[in-house]
């Protein structure tokens, strides 16, 4: 083994604790900003971070948040659901993906995966469609693109509207396409553990119709459903007033859009714009770096029969938020690995338990045996590593090791248990 060792009982390689690397640039950028008399929200580095964000995905509109729980919450808002409607939903994801619909009086029918790429299954969407079905909605897993001309052919025809959580597939291609750009509207993160940060906290929707454009911007920014109308004509005897003196001069109404609701404040800072168009800039680099230890991994895991790797399609683009693999052999070979790794300071965090099978969805009447993959994959193969740019080169080295040793381990012991 390499003579890295951990400090203060931490791991020699952590999971991510930040997903990219703040630095220079973005310090510049943050001084820019101090140093200049401009406001520290609503300003003009939203408007360039957005304007810059929408050009890159390729989305009609794009609008940031506070969060990519907030874009999630704000999606399924759009979708003006009414009792009885139904929402399909993949399982395999992390709770915020769904979490909105538990203030809904909807039909939620979670969708088993496909084993190799643990997204929503096509052929498994196609059995679950009805004449309720209102919306889908997916996870880029990992950063790996779902298929998403299957998913649209499916949906297009029927009008069902689709949100591609894109959280982990910020840097991710499609067929030439980003994510957030291929369906109808696309919800992005910039948590710190994301492939690009806001500062800890942020997140992106993008859209394709404009009246939601129209909508999200008026939600964000505290507005409710009606709006002040300046009466027409003039008021000889009145002075002439301050514009917002009109105020006390004016009629309410509602608008064509409408919000039907309340408005709240999803306002990014100032600063997280800043540091987030810093941030696109240097996104390929930072995806690269994943790209690299990805392909460390997948060299060292696939010298193991029993392992099978987590690929994009040849004509797609991984971004490897999450660096995935399966173990075969059943789950005590996998509880093995873990336990070796663990011992050899190398973290794990397996992402994500079976939504359908956590108290709030099963309160809700979901059941074991309803996404089949979903759960054979969680309880037995699912396997992820640390891969993020901050990942120094002995890191790497020193977990390519280690898992190369905890896999011998884990199928070593098998192999000695008698049948
Ligand atoms: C991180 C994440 C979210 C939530 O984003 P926040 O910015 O942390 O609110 C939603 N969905 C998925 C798949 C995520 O990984």
Redesign the pocket.
Known sequence: MSTLTAKNGEYAVPFARRGSVVGAADLAALTELVRSEGPLTSGVWRDRFEERFREWCGARHALSVT??????ELAIRLLDLAPGDEVIATPQ??Q??VQPLLDHDVRVRFCDIDPDTLNLDPDALAALITDRTRAVLL?HYGGNPADMDRVMALTRPRGITVVE?S??AIGALYRGRRPGSLADIG?F???S??NLTTLG???MITLSRDDWAERVARIRDNEVDGVYVPRTGAAPDRPALLPWMKFADGVYRHTAVGIRGAGTNATMSEAAAAVGLVQLGSLDRFVERRTRIAARLDEAVSAFPGVRLHRAAPDSRHAY?LYTFFLTGGREVRERFVRALDRLGVEVQL??FPLHLSPEWRLRGHRRGECPHAERIWFEEHMNLPCHPGLTDAQVDHMVAAVRRALREAYDELATVPA
Do not use: I, M, N, Q
């Open positions: 969060s990519g729980t907030v874009a999630l994801t992390f915020a993906t996870v959580d959280a982990h919800c993160s910039f948590h553990t994301k906290e942020g997140g938020h992402r994500y």
